[in-house]
């Protein structure tokens, strides 16, 4: 009989599709707005754009691009879709420089406009080829927005994500606004997206796999090593550009010992645990809304693919390198989280795509808009690495009672090896002890000392005592923090 | 090599004519969960000892002299003897005769003792003599060669399917000898090649005890792992390449050219060459028709191929082409023929494969026919060894007297010949002394390392008194331990591959990490896998994860059968209690939940596991249809609420995060009918019904008012091609990296079904028909001498860059390219009426300075004038000249090129062709 009851639920719930997504406690905070996706509109959103007219620019893997009016819109079901341009190369890099749409396929980066005025461009220009490809699936290209000095960023992923049969793959470059190449770091894996953060500076995030122990958000320094050698033979073709080919790092190592040996190796910023935080990083944005999404503003969100999610991202600088902490910020999105935008109204535009490679989110692909609702969630805001510990601010008032007691927290550390092999298990574990908690006198952050730090080790924090003034726990108590340097002060 | 071995057999002789100087440098017997687990100084724990000692009870097989009560021989299952019914039909009696005067020597590390290590070599000569005439009555060894392609493939499989889990690697330059290794020193001394592959296929045959457990390789497996452990033996080969570099559109005359590699080949395939585009490859090599009668020869490549039987032309599969595949059937006297295959490769995909048929056989690699010329070898095989009957009859009563009949089963006429030596009880023997002692004497010599000594000391000891129960989890890791099952797998922190072994353990599937490449954990295992499924696992070995190259060989319920209870009872507390659901699970409409749940729009389990023989659309993870046959159905409910707790850093994502389904709105949100639904429909098998999602159709695109527009991986285009279809059903595909119109073909346009679903591997090749091939290399070319040859380097190399393209009113393309300080637009359109198109392709040129001589390469091949600017080109495809321009046909036969001069006035040229076909 019950089980009769659980047909009739099936039956009805699941004709329409695309829904709303199911309520989240997240939901009160930020707000899941789905656009409603159709069979004969394969919408594998690789890469998303704002228009100048504001429409939307949407990139798919099929190698169309679509054009959403009214993208904004509080109902995005009435969403009207056209057209743009098709028969391009997986598309995974969009951007506007009047009065060009550029794109970057799989083996170019090409620029577009309509100059019949018919609403779909007709001349594609090809502005630089400047890297190879040898017909493997996995030779991903995908780029970025335009950076300070007009130049667009392509990260190549490795042929069939492990060596590099073909120039370039494996590397990242600089194309100039008139075509020119820049290579600009080596170490590339497989790559989920390229994004700047509020200085400009470029980021990229890279996944499991050899020499990368789990996913990770790895700085674009202009000539550094970012972590995989498969991509080294090309320093031959580089005319010196980044200088020479760096020794090539000890398989089975940690990577803040290879880091002190090999000085062009730039260590990740931010470590996200497998299975922890996602398993596969992908697109990255900043907040650069100031305040229209949220309390997080100059933070990066990075999304996750495999979990359907969209992470938190603060960095800070120490001794010269960006490292920093994540936290879980949203999950629940349509389907793989691939591509993500933020809109003029501080919203964030994201594309999935589960084709491949499978998600939590069901949908086969997939268009939503995360909206703040205004309301605040009590949220670490800020976590930074000191000499002895680390320092927390909040999004909101924290109760000093439960703040300042230290089994309000649990903190581990833990490293993962640097190997040619596939991915890493979580190795040299400790448990720290915090040894006091000192609560700032405006009751927004805290000061925990730590006994004792663990160089190169991600640094797990659960503040699940924590209470806000209010008496709130935390919507997301865990914090994942890369040290991959204990600041001096 | 060679040259090694005979000094070994020199010091071989040597230590026979001495046997104490031997002495001194003996190898204790090697056991290798001893060496492991037990060897180390420092531990020193009683009851480790004692487990140590009991250990070795077994696996030296004491207890057949020395007699033990019931219960103790069952708990330490002792390692019997090799059975020697035929032992001489697979070794060789000369190694026989080294091997019983002094074991440690012949063989280090053995666990045979020495039976007259205590005697003077006058008196020992003749009995080991007579033994072996004795066993020399079993069988008669056969001497064969191994070929060279066997021994490769031997050396890719022994290093892969689990033979290193216990063995020592064989590379070049040899790896450093583990403790943990079994030794198998120079095996070309003992077998021969049928002696040896015998052995491998079934090695329980001979050694029941499944200490060397069964891996399940067919006959050829078992022929090329035995040849190349015998790979010191002279080489056989019978089959050569020669490698070529070049570009060609066609086979080229093989007999003009120089190869810039040759050797000995292990099959016809392009494991050979170095490159995956511009080679050419010629196989010569002999063939075995073993009887007369109708053979089919069958040849695939991409692109051209020929076979060649007896020099004369057999299958013709030249061009450029996908993946093409002519057969022919041939009448074939028995005896040696010759065989020669050639084959080259443009660029794109690139394939061979040749097979043939015999008269009621089955398809097999026509490599498996190639034979070596000289075979056997020119070595002088060693004379064959005569019995002498009454030695052999004296050699028996020393088999009986001896003792060797408590160790080892020698069945004449179907019963066993039974020992009559006799030795104390176990339970009655000092501790010392005997075949504990430090020095031979009368008891049998093992060699005993003094840990050994010390630990067998304790377990017989121990075995004075009643042994206490031992713990279910305890006697489960023994018996792990005993059978070197921890070599490959670990539980609970006990074993696990080797550092030093680790490498050898690989799969095809490097994105699934250690999960595909390491055997499973059996940390729990017992309340994983169902008893019956352990059983037969046990009987039969598994290979469930294809990825992974490494085998579960076959150990035989008889020796490990103990593990199934063992493990069921030692993991119970491990058994979470699956939910009471109140569901029909036969019924139809469950299993289709369950099918929905499984497929694209559910957990997509499809886009990592195969569903039997189907294959994902992503990894190739172990098949979903394997889940309910080997798991318990309570393990599984347990399992998808949390992966990463089970396997630490799987990659198997987690359907319930949390304990909350991502699927709310099926079967209400509830995560255990969820998984039973799954299950389920799972239960049915390979019967199932194909998961949704798992098996796509065509996505034709087809051009209707406008031109649709592909640019993709495509079959003959390259890697930047664009596909273009029009209404009017012609296509091409341009080269956007070589800058080259590079085919053209009828009727339907493509399927993108390939890149569009998945991953999007592969390259697509055209759907339609009469796909023509246009010339490779760049279409311009300034000449400098009506002779120099046409560039055959990448355009890039050659000043062109690709510009874009510039789409009509009808979304058709004009290409832009540009090379030097030309700028090119080049711009095809069917034109015609009907149901009869051809393409009209104007080429535009403008340069301020226009290089001189240019000439435009139009066709390739065999050219035929028709009449004025019309010429037909290798019988396939017209093509019409407009223009003042002359065309030139240069060169000749299959080779010729149609240039045409491109002439500018002020500044601009062009250049007008028709394509007929």
Redesign the interface.
């Known amino acids: 009989m019950?089980?009769a009851?659980?047909?009739l639920?099936?039956l009805v719930?699941?004709a329409p599709?695309f829904?709303q997504a199911?309520a989240d406690p997240e939901d009160e905070y930020y707000r899941l707005l789905r656009f409603p996706m159709n069979e004969q509109m394969?919408l594998e959103a690789g890469a998303l754009e704002l228009m100048p007219d504001g429409k939307l620019a949407v990139a798919t893997?099929?190698?169309d691009i679509y054009l959403v009016d009214e993208p904004l819109a509080e109902d995005p079901t009435s969403a009207n879709f056209s057209l743009y341009a098709?028969?391009?190369?997986?598309v995974l890099g969009l951007a506007w420089r009047a009065p060009w749409l550029y794109c970057v396929?799989?083996?170019?980066v090409?620029r577009m406009k309509d100059e019949d005025g018919d609403g779909r461009?007709?001349?594609?220009?090809?502005v630089s080829?400047g890297w190879?490809?040898?017909?493997?699936?996995?030779e991903y290209a995908f780029g970025s927005k335009f950076d300070r000095d007009g130049n667009l960023w392509v990260t190549l992923c490795l042929t069939g994500?492990?060596s590099s049969e073909v120039k370039y793959r494996g590397w990242c470059l600089r194309i100039t606004p008139d075509g020119k190449v820049i290579p600009t770091c080596s170490g590339i894996r497989s790559p989920g997206g390229v994004g700047m953060n509020d200085r400009g500076d470029m980021f990229y995030t890279d996944n499991?796999?050899?020499w990368n122990g789990t996913s990770a958000l790895k700085w674009l320094r202009p000539g550094k090593f970012v972590g995989h050698p498969g991509g080294f033979r090309w320093y031959d073709v580089t005319d010196g550009a980044i200088g020479p080919r760096p020794r090539e790092p000890q398989s089975g190592s940690r990577m803040m010992v290879e880091a002190k040996k090999i000085p062009e190796l730039e260590p990740p910023a931010v470590y996200f645990p497998?299975?922890k935080m996602g398993?596969s990083a992908s697109g990255i944005v900043c907040d650069l809304s100031d305040g229209k999404f949220g309390p997080f503003a100059n933070q990066l969100f990075v999304g996750d693919q495999?979990?359907?999610t969209v992470m938190r991202v603060f960095l800070e600088q120490v001794d010269g390198h960006y490292q920093g902490v994540c936290f879980p910020f949203r999950?629940g999105f349509g389907s793989g989280t691939l591509s993500l935008l933020q809109a003029s109204d501080g919203s964030l535009l994201v594309g999935g795509t589960?084709?491949?490679?499978?998600?939590?989110?069901?949908q086969?692909y997939s268009l939503d808009r995360l909206v703040w609702t205004g309301k605040k969630p009590f949220e670490i805001h800020e976590m930074r690495a000191k000499p002895d510990g680390f320092e927390l601010t909040f999004t909101e008032p924290i109760d000093p009672k439960t703040a300042a007691d230290p089994k309000s927290y649990s903190l581990n550390t833990y490293t993962y090896l640097y190997q040619a092999?596939?991915?890493?298990?979580?190795v040299d574990p400790t448990t720290p002890t915090i040894t006091k908690v000192n609560v700032a006198a405006d009751g927004r952050s805290v000061r925990l000392f730590v006994d004792k730090l663990q160089e190169g080790h991600v640094h797990e924090l659960a503040a699940e005592g924590i209470r806000s003034a209010t008496g709130q726990p935390l919507l997301h108590a865990q914090a994942y923090y890369t040290l991959n340097y204990i600041p001096k002060q | 090599m060679r040259r090694l071995c005979f000094f070994c057999a020199a010091i071989l002789a040597l230590a026979v004519a001495h046997p104490a100087a031997a002495r001194a440098v003996d190898q204790p017997p090697r056991v290798l969960g001893f060496e492991r687990f037990h060897a180390a100084e420092t531990d020193t724990a009683a009851g480790e000892l004692v487990a140590g000692g009991q250990l070795l009870l077994g696996e030296l097989n004491c207890t057949s002299c020395h007699a033990a009560d019931a219960s103790f021989a069952a708990a330490i299952q002792k390692k019997q003897a090799p059975v020697l019914d035929s032992v001489t039909s697979r070794v060789k009696p000369e190694y026989l005769l080294k091997f019983l005067a002094d074991p440690q020597a012949a063989k280090p590390s053995t666990t045979m003792p020495n039976v007259l290590a205590g005697m003077p070599e006058e008196e020992r000569r003749p009995i080991v003599d007579a033994l072996v005439h004795f066993l020399a009555t079993t069988g008669t060894v056969e001497h064969t060669n191994p070929m060279r392609q066997h021994v490769s493939r031997g050396e890719k499989l022994f290093h892969s399917i689990g033979c290193v889990a216990c063995h020592d690697p064989r590379t070049e330059p040899p790896a450093a000898a583990l403790a943990t290794s079994l030794p198998l020193g120079t095996p070309s001394r003992k077998y021969t090649l049928p002696g040896l592959t015998a052995f491998l296929a079934n090695p329980l045959a001979v050694r029941p005890s499944g200490r060397m457990p069964h891996l399940n390789l067919t006959p050829a497996d078992a022929r090329d792992i035995a040849s190349f452990l015998l790979n010191d033996l002279e080489i056989a080969s019978g089959l050569q390449y020669a490698y070529y570099e070049g570009t060609w559109d066609k086979l080229p005359d093989f007999s003009k050219l120089t190869p810039k590699a040759t050797g000995d080949a292990s099959a016809f395939d392009l494991s050979v060459s170095p490159r995956k585009e511009n080679f050419a490859l010629r196989f010569d090599g002999t063939i075995l028709i073993d009887k007369e009668g109708e053979y089919l020869f069958l040849i695939g490549s991409d692109d051209g191929s020929r076979l060649l039987i007896d020099d004369k032309v057999v299958i013709d599969n030249d061009g450029i082409h996908p993946f093409q595949q002519k057969r022919k059937k041939v009448k074939m006297t028995a005896g040696i023929h010759t065989v020669a295959v050639e084959y080259f490769e443009q660029g794109g995909e690139e394939v061979l494969q040749v097979d043939f048929e015999g008269p009621g056989a089955p398809q097999l690699p026509l490599a498996s026919l190639v034979v070596a010329t000289k075979s056997p070898g020119t070595a002088v095989l060693p004379e064959r060894f005569v019995v002498d009957a009454t030695l052999a009859s004296k050699g028996k009563d020393y088999f009986v007297s001896l003792g060797c009949a408590s160790c080892h089963t020698l069945r004449k006429d179907g019963a066993p010949i039974a020992s009559t030596k006799t030795a104390p009880d176990l339970a009655a023997l000092k501790a010392s002394g005997g075949c504990l002692a430090d020095a031979p004497s009368k008891s049998p010599w093992y060699a005993l390392g003094a840990r050994q000594r010390e630990a067998l000391a304790a377990a017989i000891g121990a075995a004075k008194v009643p042994a206490a129960d031992i713990a279910t989890d305890v006697s489960v890791a023994r018996m792990l331990v005993r059978f070197n099952c921890t070599a490959c797998h670990d539980r609970d922190k006990l074993g696990g591959v080797e550092e030093a072994r680790n490498v050898h353990f690989q799969s095809d599937m490097p994105e699934m990490g250690d999960e595909g490449r390491i055997p499973p954990t059996l940390t729990g295992v017992g309340a994983k896998l169902n008893p019956e499924w352990l059983k037969t696992v046990f009987a039969e070995g598994a290979k469930d994860r294809p990825y992974m190259f490494t085998r579960m060989p076959r150990f035989g319920v008889e020796n490990v059968g103990g593990l199934i209870e063992g493990l069921a009872a030692a993991d119970a507390a491990l058994i979470q209690a699956e939910p009471k659901l109140d569901i029909d699970s036969t019924d139809k409409r469950h299993k289709a939940v369950g099918r929905r749940l499984v497929g694209a729009q559910g957990f997509s389990c499809i886009k990592c596991h195969t569903f039997a023989d189907k294959r994902s659309t992503g990894i190739q993870a172990l098949s979903l249809t394997t889940m309910t046959k080997r798991l318990r159905r309570d393990w599984f409910h347990a399992y998808l609420k949390n992966p990463p707790g089970y396997r630490p850093g799987t990659r198997m994502p987690t359907p319930f995060p949390n304990g909350e389904t991502t699927l709310p709105d099926i079967l209400g949100g509830s995560v255990d009918l969820q998984t039973r639904a799954i299950w389920d429909y799972l239960a049915d098998g390979d019967q199932g019904i194909l998961p949704i999602g798992l098996v796509t159709g065509e996505i034709e695109l087809m051009a209707f008012d406008e031109a649709v527009l592909y640019r993709n991986f495509i079959e003959g285009a390259g890697t930047r091609a664009i596909g273009v279809g029009y209404p009017a059903k012609l296509n091409l595909a341009f080269d956007a990296n070589e800058m080259r119109l590079a085919m053209i073909w009828h009727g339907a346009f493509i399927d993108a079904a390939k890149h569009w679903t998945g991953r999007g591997a592969g390259w697509e090749k055209p759907l339609g028909d009469s796909v023509q091939q246009l010339p490779a290399g760049v279409p311009f070319a300034a000449l400098a001498s009506a002779n120099d040859p046409w560039p055959s380097t990448p355009a890039k190399e050659n000043g062109y860059r690709f510009r874009g393209y510039r789409l009509g009113d009808k979304r058709e393309p004009t290409f832009l390219y540009s090379f030097g300080n030309v700028a090119v637009s080049d711009y095809s359109r069917p034109v015609g009426e009907s149901e009869y198109f051809v393409f009209e392709r104007k080429l535009q040129l403008t340069a301020a300075d226009p290089p001189k001589n240019l000439q435009m390469r139009v066709a390739t091949g065999k050219i035929e004038p028709v009449k004025d600017n019309v010429y037909r080109i290798d019988d396939r495809l017209t093509v019409h000249l407009s223009g003042d321009a002359k065309a030139v046909i240069r060169g000749q036969g299959d080779t010729a090129e149609l240039l045409v001069p491109v002439t500018f006035t002020d500044g601009t040229a062009s250049v007008t062709i028709t394509y007929d076909w």
């Open positions: 019950k089980y009851a659980c047909w639920l099936l719930t699941t599709a829904g199911k394969v893997r099929r190698g098709s028969g391009l190369h997986e396929q799989r083996g170019e090409t461009a007709d001349l594609f220009e090809t080829d190879e490809i040898n017909g493997d699936y996995h994500s492990f499991q796999g050899p497998y299975n398993q495999t979990h359907s999950k589960n084709r491949g490679w499978g998600s939590r989110g069901s086969p092999a596939y991915g890493s298990p979580e």
